[in-house]
């Protein structure tokens, strides 16, 4: 069965470093989100991208962090210089139709960063 | 802003009993999703619901829309510990956004 994969599972950085998180979304979906998760708290979403664009980002995804589809494949996460409070799962899902068209969200397994 | 609030937070049942989560918005959704997580996994998908008043079922789960599209609930019967997990809804305004609801962690006591 085709599934989103995140690369690495687990991710430990200094507060001010740059980090990229990977994901590979399902080959034929269109549609392509990153989601955060801080220990024992809700699903935050960050951002999703279409067409090789940002076409919706909530208020935490501010101007720290980017998301890129560099080849085609992957998708990626990069928060420019972490802070503690960036410490958290981070999920990317994809989707083969936009949310409003009755289409689910397949999430990977996730990468948990660990800002120290 | 837009939120979606579940209720309760968490949920302690015996295995057999029933448990139920209720999710509230609190703008009109064009549909709503459900999603389950296991402890220490990721989300996956259960259901969407678009219509209003509309009820579905999946074997021991029924989901129901409500009427101003503007709540939801998911009724487990005769729990089983393979249901242990947090249950999240996902509601989807009219505006397209996305927003996960607060979840609903259960815990099924054998």
């Known amino acids: 069965e085709p599934e989103v994969t995140q690369t690495p599972s687990h991710q430990v950085t200094q507060m001010g470093q740059e980090v990229i998180l990977r994901c590979v979304p399902i080959?034929?979906?269109?549609?392509f989100y990153w989601y955060r998760q801080i220990l024992g708290q809700k699903v935050e979403f960050l951002v999703s991208?279409?067409?090789?664009?940002?076409?919706?980002k909530s208020e935490i995804f501010d101007d720290q962090f980017s998301v890129e589809r560099p080849d085609g494949s992957n998708f990626t996460l990069k928060i420019r210089s972490t802070k503690l409070e960036d410490s958290a799962m981070y999920f990317c899902?994809?989707?083969?139709?936009?949310?409003?068209?009755?289409?689910?969200?397949?999430f990977g397994q996730g990468t948990r960063l660990t800002v120290v | 802003g837009q939120q979606v609030m579940q209720i309760p937070q968490y949920q302690h049942v015996q295995e057999g009993e029933d448990f139920t989560t209720y999710c509230n918005s609190s703008t009109t959704l064009s549909n709503i999703q459900w999603y389950k997580q296991r402890p220490g996994g990721h989300p996956v998908f259960l259901i969407q619901l678009v219509k209003s008043g509309e009820v579905k079922k999946q074997k021991r789960l029924t989901f129901q829309f409500g009427e101003a599209k503007k709540n939801s609930s998911l009724h487990i019967t005769a729990t089983q510990t393979t249901d242990v997990g947090t249950y999240f809804c996902a509601g989807i305004n009219t505006g397209n956004q996305f927003y996960f609801g607060t979840g609903t962690s259960l815990t099924v006591i054998p």
């Open positions: 991208f279409y067409n090789n664009e940002i076409s919706e």
């Open positions: 080959s034929n979906h269109l549609y």
């Open positions: 899902a994809s989707s083969p139709r936009a949310r409003g068209l009755n289409t689910e969200a397949f």
